[in-house]
């Protein structure tokens, strides 16, 4: 069975046998390869259309390429990206959208780096079973994303110079028939705090006293990964920090509030612990099929940690609405910077995305906040 139609039997039962399916989903096995299959495959790419071997495109500041504009009934199966830009902190500064069936506003929106769990800008190599950075710059996702009637993907730049070398190939399948009623769409929402404003700026450790009179038991100020509203499940998330204040950043639990919740149904025990790692991510980076954090810092201002977690084991189901949050520090006291891409899907139409920050905005930059370690990093005193 295919990993969409494991995501369509989701929506449909709830059950130990559909968990399993999710388990075991990989590339080769969301295939049936003893079944004639029912679709062709398609590719759309940026191969030179002379035959010659200029097969890339130009990105103009301030223009947007459409890469794919293709009826349905279709499935999106693969992407692959790479390109060779100049422009410091080039993929925040190019933004990937993407529509389906006709809609007004994008289903995916996010900084083409922070889409592939590259949220500070700089690129690094990582593998999972959806996304992956491979060697040299070469970006794959193999997210399924169904499309009934059409589907339209662009890549805006909105830096200030030419991105002079845009590579792409993307695969689809075109079916000979409808896909089934009641399809879940994917989406992917780009968020971000520079910093958190966390109440805390005068300690010397997170283990302070004062740090541990203050409860949060609603989620009031969380860091909000997605505020969704409709019939879903949330598949997961990729999140970078950068730090602003020296110590441990990750005291943060994750909430989810599910069908209008006041108190989360899901509660977990720590950042690193959502994650799948422990104390404080060990001593390295690391990446697995569906966790990992495979840039780690050390717990100093200035550090970078990039992070991710996909849900394939039993995705999080919502039949009305979804806000799936985390703590900056304990109860919020700390305040770092947080970049994440939520990964879901749903039914159509989707709530509004909180409008994509302006591109200065987005480029990660350590903040005046105050607290230990802050002003050194800002060279403003010596610690």
Not at 23 to 49: E, I
Not at 53 to 81: K, M, Q, V
Not at 375 to 380: E, T
């Amino acid at each position: 069975m295919r990993l969409l139609d494991r995501v369509l039997l989701c929506t449909i039962v709830s059950c130990s046998a559909c968990v399993s399916l999710f388990a075991q989903s990989s590339p080769v096995a969301s295939t049936d390869l003893t079944r004639f299959p029912d679709y062709t495959v398609k590719r759309v790419s940026s191969a030179d259309p002379t035959g010659g071997n200029a097969d890339y495109r130009a990105i103009a500041p301030g223009e947007s390429l459409t890469i794919l504009d293709a009826d349905g009934p279709g499935e999106l199966t693969h992407i692959w990206f790479t390109l060779l830009s100049e422009e410091p902190y080039h993929l925040k500064r190019i933004v990937l959208r993407m529509y389906w069936d006709n809609e007004p506003t994008p289903s995916v929106e996010a900084p083409l780096g922070d889409f592939f769990g590259l949220g500070l800008g700089d690129y690094h190599v990582w593998q999972s079973e959806l996304l992956s950075v491979a060697n040299d710059r070469a970006l794959n996702c193999f997210f399924p994303m169904p499309f009934q009637k059409h589907a339209r993907i662009t890549v805006s730049n909105e830096g200030r110079q030419k991105l002079e070398l845009f590579y792409y190939n993307l695969d689809y399948r075109a079916y000979t028939h409808p896909l089934p009623e009641g399809i879940l769409y994917f989406h992917a929402q780009f968020r971000q705090a520079q910093p958190n404003h966390g109440w805390r700026h005068t300690w010397q450790q997170n283990e302070d006293a004062s740090g541990e009179k203050n409860k949060n038991l609603d989620g009031q100020d969380n860091y909000v990964w997605l505020e969704a509203r409709g019939r879903g499940q949330f598949l997961g998330v990729t999140m970078s920090v950068l730090q602003n204040q020296d110590g441990w950043w990750g005291e943060g639990d994750d909430m989810f509030f599910i069908d209008g919740e006041s108190r989360p149904s899901i509660n977990g025990t720590g950042t690193e612990d959502y994650f799948l790692g422990a104390f404080d991510f060990g001593s390295g980076p690391f990446s697995y099929r569906l966790f990992g954090a495979p840039v780690k810092g050390e717990e100093r201002a200035g550090s970078r940690y990039s992070m991710y977690r996909f849900h394939l084991d039993s995705p999080i189901p919502f039949a009305k609405s979804l806000r799936a949050t985390i703590e900056h520090g304990h109860a919020n006291d700390r305040s770092d910077n947080f970049y994440s891409v939520a990964y879901w899907y749903q039914t159509e139409p989707h709530a509004a995305f909180p409008p994509l920050p302006p591109v200065e905005q987005r480029l990660p930059r350590v903040q005046p906040v105050g607290g230990p370690g802050n002003a050194r990093q800002l060279g403003l005193a010596t610690e």
